[in-house]
């Protein structure tokens, strides 16, 4: 590879990575506006015109905040824990083709890399709550770890449909083979298992355990202050965009759609609709019981998602 | 030195110098964070050897699911208690003796590998071509279809033993 073209990939990443902070700044904005009018409140009103400028006061505000550390806080821990989940649900962006042909690195394993990348997000929840040396941190990371153990087999089972229904772990390949009809008619039961599983594994309503305002303060995020806390919030809605990019690529058809628009708007659209069913369903329902929440995802997704495995495998042979 | 010896030797020497972190630490979380930092440094040397499927699987099975659940037992029984103590179990010569005989035998062999070993079929660029996903998979399959099946046996086996040991006894 020649220096020009590592050059080339570097600033094609700075311009990816900079669209989606200023996606995520506003997708903050946008999710409180939904879900205020939903309660028939308006949400931000006061920062600029129906508070447009709402995400930006308060990334100043967050930036300019005193930095707490908790006096008995495993101090390096405590500082690389954010960091890990920023950097995990960044990483995930590069390997999403997001129009025809185009994706930061098109990995023949794409959707192992993105798996491999959930899983180390996760240890910015496990090791923040850990190192914060507080019981509410301590048990909204305890919640995190037995959550991702029950949770990710099933995701990574959802997905072995999908590979077999296209013969390839490359992303792009997946949305070709979604020519014809989109994966999620062909594989509804992956879909459904699919979905609740992001939801646990982006910790968000109905399964944001680890959080849990009501019980644990505000879990394995109570002792951070200032821009760490800004880096986990960060971290939360990047994972919310990476996730809902993958559930697009794999089951909606992508990038694909009526020529009357270009497949990056397609694909666009397809992620806010997605991101708007985030907010539907925190607005609509609540919170999971702990062990009814390890029960769904033993009991109920991971046999339900091998026997959509066998089930297509089948379906693949005759 | 060429790129790839830089490359083959910071990961060699990080994954030893880690392997001796993990050991030495005294909290044990520390410990499982630097086998973290270790299997990724692993999963980088698989990469380096066109091995992408193992690497990826590497941080997926052991990073995702298996480091956590250590995590998770760690945490849930509160080792940090156990800090002050005598580190080494009481048997600690024995497992002396065993390292040192390892030692003698890893030496031994040292002068006896060949470097490198002539090529098979499966080639870097035969399994460029076809992906290293799919070269996996058909050799896995076919070839080695027997041991592949016998291991999972033996996981089950696990599986069954470990529930039944958990399981309350009915009287």
């Known amino acids: 590879m020649s220096a020009a073209e590592m050059i080339g990939i570097f600033i094609e990443t700075l311009i990816v990575v900079s669209i989606l902070m200023l996606h995520v700044s506003y997708v903050v904005y946008f999710e409180r506006k939904v879900i205020g009018h939903m309660q028939c409140r308006m949400g931000p009103m006061r920062v600029g015109w129906h508070g447009l400028l709402q995400p930006i006061a308060d990334a100043i505000k967050l930036f300019f905040k005193e930095d707490i550390i908790p006096s008995q806080a495993d101090k390096p821990i405590f500082y690389v824990a954010p960091l890990i989940g920023v950097l995990a649900a960044l990483g995930s962006v590069a390997v999403i083709p997001m129009w025809e042909g185009f994706s930061i690195a098109n990995l023949n394993i794409g959707i192992l890399y993105i798996l491999a990348l959930s899983s180390v997000g996760s240890y910015a929840v496990i090791l923040g709550g850990w190192a914060s040396n507080s019981k509410y941190s301590f048990l909204g990371g305890l919640r995190s770890a037995a959550q991702v153990i029950s949770y990710e087999i099933a995701m990574g089972l959802s997905l072995v449909g999908v590979m077999l229904m296209s013969g390839s772990a490359n992303l792009s390949d997946i949305v070709h083979a979604q020519a014809g009809h989109w994966f999620i008619f062909t594989q509804p039961v992956a879909f459904f298992v699919f979905v609740i599983a992001i939801f646990a594994e982006t910790n968000r309503v109905p399964f944001d355990m680890p959080e849990a305002e009501t019980e644990l303060v505000a879990g394995y995020a109570t002792e951070y202050s200032g821009i760490r806390f800004g880096l986990f919030f960060m971290a939360e809605y990047a994972g919310m965009f990476v996730m809902s990019a993958f559930a697009v690529t794999c089951f909606l058809g992508g990038w694909s759609g009526p020529a009357f628009l270009p497949g990056f708007v397609w694909f666009i659209l397809k992620v806010y609709a997605f991101i708007f069913l985030y907010f539907w369903i925190r607005a609509t329902l609540p919170r999971y019981r702990y062990d009814q929440l390890m029960g769904l995802g033993w009991k109920l997704f991971i046999p339900l998602a091998l026997a959509n495995v066998v089930f297509t495998a089948l379906m693949k042979i005759l | ?171």
């Open chain 2, 1 to 171: 030195m060429t790129l790839q010896q830089i490359y083959f030797g910071y990961f060699a020497t990080m994954m030893t110098i880690i392997s001796l972190l993990v050991v030495s630490r005294k909290n044990p979380v520390h410990s499982v964070l630097w086998m973290l930092v270790l299997f990724v440094h692993m999963a980088g040397l698989y990469l380096f050897l066109n091995a992408e499927f193992l690497a990826a699987v590497q941080i997926i099975v052991y990073a995702g699911a298996i480091m956590v659940l250590f995590l998770f037992v760690i945490m849930l029984l509160n080792l940090r208690k156990e800090e002050k103590e005598f580190r080494l179990q009481k048997q600690w010569p024995v497992s002396a003796v065993t390292a040192v005989l390892f030692l003698v035998v890893l030496v031994s062999i040292l002068g006896k590998i060949t470097v490198l070993p002539e090529l098979g079929e499966y080639s870097i660029d035969m399994i460029n071509a076809q992906g290293s996903l799919m070269t996996i998979g058909n050799v896995l399959y076919t070839k080695y279809l027997l041991p592949f099946e016998i291991a999972s046996v033996l996981l089950l086996v696990a599986i069954v033993g470990a529930v039944v040991l958990a399981k309350k006894r009915i009287e």
